[in-house]
């Protein structure tokens, strides 16, 4: 009688704690990464995903004692198959610390098949995430996969495909390696009061120049600069992103629900994008009073769906560049000075200002350029700094 006594009892205790796992109602966002069509040459080369096992490595900002994942096939025109999707603490290149693997569960299942224009969360997992933690992600396709996949193309981060469904007791053979993340969409913790920062941006926000690997893009500074503060901080750049039209992926207008007001627990949100939308112009003035027009439009609705507090950052000097002409830099000044002037911000990162050459202020310094329009390692760090101080100015 004894021992079933204590069966029960272990069997009570371990409902109770996957009630309680179950039980949280506030989430959020410590990753994310904007969802976009991938075009076959961002698929990968020398395998199709179907019957693989893909390994990606992505760094959240803050921690929890449980998460969820949402996986995306919001962009793909077929389903995605997965069997299964296992997560643990990333170790060099494609290793994994085999004692943090843990299973993720789709409505109590393994299994998940997630309908093209769709995307689906995992059930709630215990999990002891660290802040800043490099985090491995594991996702076993079965044997449909669509086409083109729904993906982040910019990730700086390598990902590899191993055949079959990789077990994680076992060494991870790698057969194809490539700098993009398929899938993998969104982390959240608990949020227990904690705010996130959102950052729509493009290849300047998405680390365009940063080194692959070393998580050094500025929101990754950023998101250093306040662990202790322990803010959330959500990187939505895309490269080549325009905010009107035109560009690469949808422009930041037509993905601005998804991508910033679909997040969770967003405070304050960033809004650093508009030097494609001037490089691409063929009429520089016009682009000006219609990137301005964007910017109120997206503020308006940022804060008609709650966020506290919306940041606008000054666009960052690109002569030398291919976007540079005195027409396309009058439009540039002209923006920028009604980011700097106007009310419909509670605040400004004045990227311009910090990273532009004090002898020629259409020129990036040049010890901070990676090619006169993209910072590079040592520019991001400074930019990251310098929002992160701002940022806690306006939180005090």
Same mark, same amino acid.
């Given at each position: 009688?004894?021992?079933?006594?204590?069966?029960?009892?272990?069997?009570?205790?371990?409902?109770?704690?996957?009630?309680?796992?179950?039980?949280?109602?506030?989430?959020?966002?410590?990753?994310?990464?904007?969802?976009?069509?991938?075009?076959?040459?961002?698929?990968?080369?020398?395998?199709?995903?179907?019957?693989?096992?893909?390994?990606?490595?992505?760094?959240?900002?803050?921690?929890?004692?449980?998460?969820?994942?949402?996986?995306?096939?919001?962009?793909?025109?077929?389903?995605?198959?997965?069997?299964?999707?296992?997560?643990?603490?990333?170790?060099?290149?494609?290793?994994?610390?085999?004692?943090?693997?843990?299973?993720?569960?789709?409505?109590?299942?393994?299994?998940?098949?997630?309908?093209?224009?769709?995307?689906?969360?995992?059930?709630?997992?215990?999990?002891?995430?660290?802040?800043?933690?490099?985090?491995?992600?594991?996702?076993?396709?079965?044997?449909?996969?669509?086409?083109?996949?729904?993906?982040?193309?910019?990730?700086?981060?390598?990902?590899?495909?191993?055949?079959?469904?990789?077990?994680?007791?076992?060494?991870?053979?790698?057969?194809?390696?490539?700098?993009?993340?398929?899938?993998?969409?969104?982390?959240?913790?608990? !949020?227990?009061?904690?705010?996130?920062?959102? &950052?729509? =941006?493009?290849? *300047? %926000?998405?680390?365009? +120049? @940063?080194?692959?690997? #070393?998580?050094?893009?500025?929101?990754?500074?950023?998101?250093?600069?306040?662990?202790?503060?322990?803010?959330?901080?959500?990187?939505?750049?895309?490269?080549?992103?325009?905010?009107?039209?035109?560009?690469?992926?949808?422009?930041?207008?037509?993905?601005?629900?998804?991508?910033?007001?679909?997040?969770?627990?967003?405070?304050?949100?960033?809004?650093?994008?508009?030097?494609?939308?001037?490089?691409?112009?063929?009429?520089?003035?016009?682009?000006?009073?219609?990137?301005?027009?964007?910017?109120?439009?997206?503020?308006?609705? !940022?804060?008609?769906?709650?966020?506290?507090? &919306?940041? =606008?950052?000054? *666009? %960052?000097?690109?002569? +030398? @560049?291919?976007?540079? #002409?005195?027409?396309?830099?009058?439009?540039?000044?002209?923006?920028?000075?009604?980011?700097?002037?106007?009310?419909?911000?509670?605040?400004?990162?004045?990227?311009?200002?910090?990273?532009?050459?004090?002898?020629?202020?259409?020129?990036?310094?040049?010890?901070?350029?990676?090619?006169?329009?993209?910072?590079?390692?040592?520019?991001?760090?400074?930019?990251?700094?310098?929002?992160?101080?701002?940022?806690?100015?306006?939180?005090?």
């Amino acid at each position: 009688m004894r021992r079933y006594l204590s069966l029960f009892l272990a069997l009570a205790c371990t409902c109770c704690m996957d009630a309680s796992a179950q039980a949280i109602d506030a989430w959020t966002g410590t990753w994310a990464a904007a969802a976009e069509y991938t075009g076959q040459d961002d698929m990968p080369q020398t395998t199709s995903l179907a019957n693989t096992s893909l390994r990606q490595v992505v760094r959240v900002s803050i921690g929890g004692k449980s998460l969820r994942l949402q996986l995306s096939n919001e962009n793909s025109a077929e389903a995605v198959e997965i069997k299964a999707v296992y997560i643990a603490e990333a170790k060099d290149s494609c290793d994994i610390d085999r004692k943090t693997v843990a299973y993720l569960e789709f409505s109590g299942k393994r299994q998940v098949t997630i309908e093209p224009g769709k995307a689906a969360w995992s059930d709630p997992l215990r999990y002891d995430l660290q802040p800043l933690q490099r985090l491995s992600v594991t996702i076993c396709y079965g044997e449909q996969v669509p086409t083109n996949a729904t993906s982040h193309r910019g990730s700086r981060t390598t990902s590899f495909i191993s055949k079959g469904e990789a077990n994680p007791k076992k060494a991870f053979l790698s057969i194809e390696r490539l700098d993009h993340w398929y899938n993998i969409s969104k982390i959240e913790v608990p !949020a227990e009061g904690r705010k996130a920062i959102a &950052v729509l =941006g493009n290849s *300047i %926000t998405d680390g365009r +120049g @940063s080194t692959t690997n #070393s998580q050094n893009r500025w929101p990754d500074i950023m998101a250093e600069a306040l662990s202790q503060r322990e803010y959330g901080v959500l990187n939505l750049g895309i490269g080549g992103n325009c905010v009107i039209n035109g560009g690469l992926s949808q422009p930041a207008l037509q993905r601005f629900d998804r991508d910033i007001l679909g997040q969770s627990g967003v405070e304050t949100l960033i809004i650093f994008q508009g030097t494609n939308d001037i490089g691409e112009s063929s009429h520089a003035e016009k682009t000006a009073r219609q990137l301005i027009e964007a910017y109120k439009t997206m503020a308006d609705k !940022a804060r008609k769906a709650g966020i506290r507090q &919306v940041v =606008g950052a000054t *666009i %960052t000097p690109f002569k +030398g @560049s291919g976007w540079y #002409s005195p027409f396309h830099e009058a439009a540039r000044q002209v923006v920028n000075q009604w980011i700097r002037e106007t009310k419909v911000f509670d605040a400004v990162i004045d990227f311009d200002q910090l990273v532009r050459n004090p002898d020629d202020h259409e020129r990036l310094q040049e010890e901070l350029s990676d090619d006169w329009l993209h910072l590079n390692p040592q520019g991001y760090r400074a930019m990251g700094q310098y929002a992160a101080q701002i940022i806690s100015n306006i939180n005090k």
